[in-house]
């Protein structure tokens, strides 16, 4: 039981350049979550999937897109690469029945050049 | 819209000091409240949770929390701390009538010197 896992662990891109972060979970949770960590601001929510099919926009939404392929995986897009998505990228997941307790992986740190 | 503020950045404690994190949210709803705690160098973890009933919450490893709401507050508390309470700690909010949305204050760095 794996829990919460993200690829890749570091990635460095230049300006302009694209990539998806890949997220993956095995604990059957409906939800799933795309966050940012930036020093002094905590965690903020770029997108969320309340359910395999949907997804939806939360605080910081602009310059990326997102796609729940199935019940297990969420991925993140950069569709073109700027200094300030510099960040560490959090997945996490929560259940249905408790669909506030998140569970997150272990973060995705990228540098934009 | 929902907001939360922890008060302190960076906290520099001696093993067996007692610690009180600070953190307040606003939103005057029915809230759940939240402590995460990430490890250096690991993903985030639950450390304590409070839905409903007792506003005193404990967590793991000897954590607690208050939840007092006249005062829109959920301090995070241990007696005793040792040097591998070493970690970032982050306050998170989430209202019933918005699913699962976490809003996470800044965190607080806690650094524990042996």
């Known amino acids: 039981n794996a829990g919460v896992t993200q690829t890749p662990k570091f990635q460095v891109l230049k300006t302009g350049q694209s990539m998806t972060l890949q997220c993956a979970q095995d604990m059957n949770h409906n939800s799933m979550y795309w966050y940012r960590q930036d020093p002094g601001m905590g965690l903020r929510l770029i997108y969320y999937s309340a359910s395999e099919g949907t997804t939806d926009k939360g605080e910081v939404p602009n310059g990326y897109n997102v796609s729940r392929l199935n019940k297990r995986e969420f991925s993140l897009r950069l569709e073109s690469a700027a200094p300030s998505q510099t960040s560490v990228y959090f997945c996490?997941?929560?259940?249905?029945?408790?669909?506030?307790?998140?569970?997150f992986g272990p973060g995705t740190r990228l540098t934009v050049t | 819209a929902q907001s939360v503020s922890q008060h302190n950045h960076h906290v520099i404690l001696s093993e067996a000091a007692s610690l009180e994190l600070g953190c307040n949210y606003s939103?005057?709803?029915?809230?759940?409240l939240f402590w995460y705690v990430q490890y250096p160098g690991q993903h985030l973890q639950l450390l304590l949770k409070y839905f409903s009933g007792d506003p005193l919450v404990k967590g793991i490893k000897g954590f607690e929390a208050e939840f007092i709401k006249s005062k829109f507050s959920f301090n995070l508390r241990k007696p005793s701390v040792q040097w591998s309470d070493t970690a970032e700690y982050f306050c998170?909010?989430?209202?019933?009538?918005?699913?699962?949305?976490?809003?996470f204050g800044q965190g607080t760095e806690l650094s524990v010197k042996p």
């Open positions: 996490a997941s929560s259940g249905r029945y408790s669909p506030h307790e998140q569970y």
């Open positions: 939103y005057g709803g029915t809230v759940n």
């Open positions: 998170a909010v989430s209202s019933y009538n918005q699913g699962g949305k976490l809003i």
